[in-house]
């Protein structure tokens, strides 16, 4: 079909809340905090993009993501790269991205082990509106407060390194393996595009543009699979009308019509821009 409609999964989280994102309902107060809406059944690895929203009332782990090449050589599909657009945040809120200054692999893991890893990261004020990509092998931690929309490379394939004392299962082998313990460096965003189209990302893995309401023309090529995922408003692609909250995906040639004011993200494999 050239536009879907997804289902959603609601997964809960320790790190969780209750009170989510307009679009979804709240998580009944005798249940677990619901961590992430995904748009896709967890284990479906034949998509290649997966799309996320988070709702962090705590931190989540220190932790980091193989990439392409050092999964395949697991035996898995694709590494995780990923970026967040941050909708909602307290005045607190930070998100952790890399070292403050490089670091050795040695010093890492002692810090995993007795705390002071939290120190050695650069831990980042954000804030309504921010956009940040994170590839694979950047130590990362998002912080409590946030409501984000992720766009990643579809890998369930997460190293913790750290969880603030809590009894979960630490992967440090293989996390210190993957790890590039260096200041992070942001990616720089090709930017305004025409059209009412804004490029934040464009490769190495996938594109993601970020589109005002009106007419959008899609020209996606044979195979390829586009998502999109409304922050605010509605319309219609393909006959099938979508509003905030949801993700339909799009593949081929099709026209997509948003409401004035709408806010839509489309995302889609590949290092350049479609052609339209």
Same mark, same amino acid.
Request: with cysteine; net charge negative; proline share 8%.
């Given at each position: 079909?050239?536009?879907?409609?997804?289902?959603?999964?609601?997964?809960?989280?320790?790190?969780?809340?209750?009170?989510?994102?307009?679009?979804?309902?709240?998580?009944?107060?005798?249940?677990?905090?619901?961590?992430?809406?995904?748009?896709?059944?967890?284990?479906?690895?034949?998509?290649?993009?997966?799309?996320?929203?988070?709702?962090?009332?705590?931190?989540?782990?220190?932790?980091?993501?193989?990439?392409?090449?050092?999964?395949?050589?697991?035996?898995?599909?694709?590494?995780?790269?990923?970026?967040?657009?941050?909708?909602?945040?307290?005045?607190?809120?930070? @998100? !952790?991205?890399?070292?403050?200054? /490089?670091?050795?692999?040695?010093?890492?893991?002692?810090? =995993?082990? $007795? *705390?002071?890893?939290?120190?050695?990261?650069?831990?980042?004020?954000?804030?309504?509106?921010?956009?940040?990509?994170?590839?694979?092998?950047?130590?990362?931690?998002?912080?409590?407060?946030?409501?984000?929309?992720?766009?990643?490379?579809?890998?369930?394939?997460?190293?913790?390194?750290?969880?603030?004392?809590?009894?979960?299962?630490?992967?440090?082998?293989?996390? @210190? !393996?993957?790890?590039?313990?260096? /200041?992070?460096?942001?990616?720089?965003?090709?930017?305004? =595009?025409? $059209? *009412?189209?804004?490029?934040?990302?464009?490769?190495?893995?996938?594109?993601?543009?970020?589109?005002?309401?009106?007419?959008?023309?899609?020209?996606?090529?044979?195979?390829?699979?586009?998502?999109?995922?409304?922050?605010?408003?509605?319309?219609?692609?393909?006959?099938?009308?979508?509003?905030?909250?949801?993700?339909?995906?799009?593949?081929?040639?099709?026209?997509?019509? !948003?409401?004035?004011?709408?806010?839509?993200?489309?995302?889609?494999?590949?290092?350049?821009?479609?052609?339209?």
């Amino acid at each position: 079909m050239p536009a879907t409609l997804l289902q959603t999964h609601r997964v809960e989280k320790p790190w969780g809340r209750h009170d989510l994102w307009p679009g979804f309902a709240d998580q009944p107060a005798d249940q677990d905090p619901i961590g992430e809406i995904w748009f896709q059944e967890p284990g479906d690895t034949k998509p290649d993009l997966l799309i996320k929203y988070l709702f962090t009332a705590k931190p989540l782990s220190v932790q980091v993501h193989p990439n392409d090449e050092q999964a395949h050589a697991r035996g898995l599909p694709r590494g995780k790269d990923e970026c967040w657009n941050i909708l909602a945040a307290r005045p607190d809120s930070t @998100i !952790a991205l890399g070292t403050h200054e /490089p670091i050795s692999h040695e010093r890492l893991r002692n810090g =995993a082990l $007795d *705390g002071s890893i939290e120190g050695l990261l650069d831990w980042k004020p954000v804030k309504p509106g921010d956009f940040l990509y994170c590839k694979s092998d950047t130590i990362h931690a998002i912080g409590g407060g946030l409501t984000v929309i992720e766009i990643q490379q579809n890998s369930e394939t997460t190293y913790r390194l750290y969880d603030y004392g809590s009894d979960r299962e630490l992967h440090l082998i293989d996390g @210190i !393996a993957v790890a590039d313990p260096v /200041p992070y460096v942001p990616v720089t965003s090709p930017g305004d =595009a025409g $059209d *009412g189209r804004y490029v934040q990302v464009e490769g190495p893995k996938f594109v993601l543009e970020r589109w005002q309401g009106g007419e959008h023309a899609v020209a996606l090529p044979a195979g390829t699979t586009g998502w999109l995922v409304p922050i605010t408003g509605a319309g219609e692609v393909g006959g099938v009308a979508w509003h905030a909250g949801q993700c339909v995906t799009v593949t081929g040639t099709e026209t997509v019509r !948003a409401d004035a004011g709408a806010d839509v993200l489309f995302a889609y494999p590949g290092t350049t821009r479609m052609a339209v």
